[in-house]
Every structure is written in structure tokens, then in C-alpha cells.
């Protein structure tokens, strides 16, 4: 959303009492400002949405043993944490960060792991890489939209498609979740070596096909 440079005239009061609100908020008083007017005249800001959706994430991933939110609020990232099922129980984190309005994608899906176990590095690349070929064979031709890989020292980076159809915030946040869980899941039964190439192809198939959203 394009922004310009406006001058008012506020008493110093106000202007205290919003900087103190911005500090506590986490944000600045022109972003404050910006979104108390949006909100007096009922306009939904992108930041706004993407406060939604990440609060809606959240709050649909508290229940979960398996996956623990953190999210800051009038953030535009959240992380999620998962224990892997392997010997000394490593940490792998999800980082999501959503894009303002204007973009071309979404925004993007981050996965974050520290382990100096060879064997662990080796069985989580062989695992994106799988993930990367499922998803171009079959994503793709279900939605066509182009997703961009990456494959860095312990981080895995997955671009998030706009939606192929109007949601809300609710809906939106339901599909990012799924996907998440069923990565975590997925991931965690290859790892453990409950499920070879084949299971995890047909466990993935079965749930795109089925979703009502697509990311």
C-alpha cells in the first residue's frame, strides 16, 4: 500500500499518550496513527490482515503438543516450534513472514534447524529435496502457481503462493496452518522411518486435493 507524507496539526498530549501506546504496541506512532484511522473508517490495512492472520495461527496452534507459536502482536512474522523424533530430541523451527499487499507472493515459509548430527543434516535435505519434487509434480499443475525454493546451511525456505481464491483472515490462517502440520508431521515419519518416498507422496496428494485452499 502506497503511502505519502501528510502534516497535521495534534496536541502534544495526544502525541504523548499515542507514543506511549506505539511503545507498548510495538510499533511507531505513524503506524499507530495510520491504523487508528483505518480502523475509524472500518479500512482493513495489509498490516492489519497480517496481524489477523498470524493472531488467527496462533491461536488455531496453541492446542497442539506437537507445535508451539510464538507470535508478537503488529508483527509481520511468527515462528512455531517442534521437537523432532530423533535420539537427543533437536528443535526444528518454522518461521512465517507475510508480505504486505502489492506483492507477488504471500509471503514466505522458513525451516530453521541447528544440529551438528551429519546423519540428521543428511536425512532433512534428502527430505526437502523430496518435498520440493512432490510439490512440482503435484502443486503445480493443480494451481500453477510458480513456488521458489531454497536450500541454504540448516534452513529450507519455501515461498507462499496468494491463495487461488478469495479467503478471509480465518481461512487463510487454516490453510497455512494445515500446511505447516502436515509438513511437521510428514517430516517427523520420514525421519523416524515410519514412511518411505511413496508415503509421503500419497499422504500430501491426498490432502492438496482435498484442500479448500491453496498456498
Not at 28 to 46: D, K
Not at 125 to 132: A, D, I, P, S
Not at 133 to 161: Q, V
Amino acid at each position: 500500500m502506497k503511502k505519502t507524507l501528510y502534516s497535521l496539526m495534534l496536541s502534544e498530549e495526544v502525541v504523548r499518550e499515542v507514543d506511549a501506546l506505539a511503545h507498548r504496541l510495538g510499533t511507531n506512532r505513524s503506524n499507530l496513527i495510520n491504523q487508528i484511522l483505518a480502523e475509524y473508517v472500518n479500512y482493513t490495512t495489509p498490516e492489519r490482515k497480517i496481524n489477523d492472520v498470524l493472531s488467527a495461527i496462533e491461536q488455531l496452534m496453541s492446542p497442539s503438543r506437537d507445535l508451539v507459536p510464538f507470535f508478537t502482536p503488529n508483527s509481520l512474522s511468527m515462528s512455531l516450534k517442534s521437537s523432532l523424533e530423533y535420539k537427543y530430541r533437536p528443535t526444528v523451527k518454522y518461521e512465517v513472514e507475510l508480505y504486505r499487499a502489492g506483492e507477488s507472493e504471500l509471503g514466505q515459509l522458513s525451516v530453521v534447524f541447528r544440529t551438528q548430527s551429519a546423519a540428521l543434516i543428511s536425512a532433512m535435505t534428502e527430505f526437502f529435496r523430496l518435498w520440493t519434487h512432490i510439490e512440482k509434480a503435484h502443486l503445480y499443475p493443480l494451481t500453477g502457481a510458480k513456488i521458489e525454493y531454497a536450500l541454504y546451511d540448516n534452513k529450507f525456505i519455501r515461498s507462499l503462493a496468494l491463495p487461488d481464491r478469495d479467503c478471509s483472515s480465518e481461512q487463510l490462517a487454516g490453510a497455512i496452518s494445515e500446511y505447516i502440520r502436515l509438513f511437521d508431521k510428514l517430516m517427523k515419519g520420514w525421519l523416524g522411518g515410519r514412511l518411505d518416498a511413496h508415503d509421503v507422496e500419497a499422504a500430501y496428494y491426498s490432502q492438496m486435493r482435498n484442500a479448500p485452499i491453496h498456498i
